[in-house]
């Protein structure tokens, strides 16, 4: 393992060496989304760590190299009311992030189309306090595989479909609609598939809506779904709701730089995954650039840092130029 997994200092030489003028760090023990704490027995002593955890993001790891680090929280899942309030507090320190699921279904949780609304606390403090819903690949708990004795590397190339299903889980929700001024970030599941997908949801938006919004089923799928929490099928814009709503991070995606004209460059927004396998340090910066050559300097400023700062409402520290 290396140091700078945990060791502040050595972090910040690995991402100078790296070229990486500021990053936002997912929780590593606690699982991206604070699983282990949702999962412990003990609820009092696990909110004590949720707390723990924030003001150790907050007031020591991102406090010793101010403007380096975009602090990140995690919330009390199992406890809607108390995740409104911790993200109040976490937000009176000046977080503007907080991680979330992908996909709580597979953790026992409710997902964002539940109808007693389960996770509107969580939505109307995220909305109230400006504080982005960020949800890392992986953050389900789950492995998506093609069929069981799939070799692993085609059940890794497989895994964006996570991401995907995220996007137009929240694309069809009624979250937007209800919170307009929400924004979520979807984190390592790279870019390339958004502009086949905003392609098809406008597709099936076209073709499906008029029996759909009067409540009739589509034979087949053997879902719960209920009109109450959907989008408004009959005045849905695809392309503005993510425009509005949605951010995409990648890695390497030379296909996504090909079509960011169909994504949109201002919702996309380049990252380095350090430091797990696929991480592209300490070439981030130099991979970044060659999947966006032939873009336009202020395109590839946008993603390579613009877009963060602008949606986390964060200052960089001054660095060399990258």
């Not at 936002?24 to 949702?38: D, E, K, W």
């Not at 406008?202 to 779904?225: A, F, M, V």
């Not at 995409?248 to 004209?261: E, K, Q, Y």
Request: hydrophobic share 40%.
């Amino acid at each position: 393992m290396l140091p700078g997994c945990y060791d502040i200092k050595a972090r910040i030489e690995d991402m100078n060496v790296g070229g990486i003028l500021a990053s936002l760090c997912f929780p590593s023990f606690p699982r991206f989304c604070g699983q282990i704490f949702y999962e412990a027995k003990d609820k009092e002593l696990a909110l004590l760590c949720v707390k723990a955890y924030n003001d150790w993001m907050i007031d020591e790891w991102s406090a010793a190299a101010p403007g380096r680090f975009i602090p990140m929280i995690i919330v009390p899942l199992w406890d809607p009311a108390e995740i409104a309030r911790e993200i109040e507090r976490c937000a009176a320190k000046g977080v503007t992030a907080v991680a979330f699921s992908e996909n709580p279904e597979p953790l026992g949780l409710p997902t964002i189309h539940d109808l007693d609304r389960y996770w509107d606390p969580l939505l109307r403090a995220a909305e109230e306090t400006q504080m982005v819903i960020c949800m890392h690949v992986g953050s389900s708990s789950t492995l998506p595989a093609i069929c069981h004795d799939a070799p692993p590397l085609a059940n890794i190339a497989f895994g964006a479909v996570r991401t995907a299903g995220t996007m137009l889980s929240w694309l069809f929700s009624d979250a937007f609609e209800r919170f307009p001024q929400l924004k979520i970030a979807l984190s390592e599941g790279n870019v390339g598939w958004m502009a086949y997908f905003l392609e098809r949801a406008e597709q099936c938006l076209e073709t499906q809506r008029h029996w759909l919004s009067r409540g009739i089923p589509i034979h087949g799928y053997d879902n719960k779904y209920d009109v109450g929490t959907a989008a408004n099928l009959q005045t849905i814009d695809i392309r503005q709701t993510f425009r509005d709503h949605i951010y995409g991070c990648f890695l390497r995606d030379d296909t996504g730089m090909r079509v960011i004209d169909l994504i949109g460059e201002d919702n996309l927004m380049c990252e380095s995954d350090y430091p797990h396998a696929d991480t592209t340090w300490p070439h981030s910066v130099a991979v970044a650039r060659k999947s966006m050559q032939g873009l336009p300097d202020a395109t590839q400023y946008k993603l390579l840092r613009s877009n963060a700062e602008r949606l986390f409402r964060f200052r960089a520290a001054e660095s060399p130029t990258l």
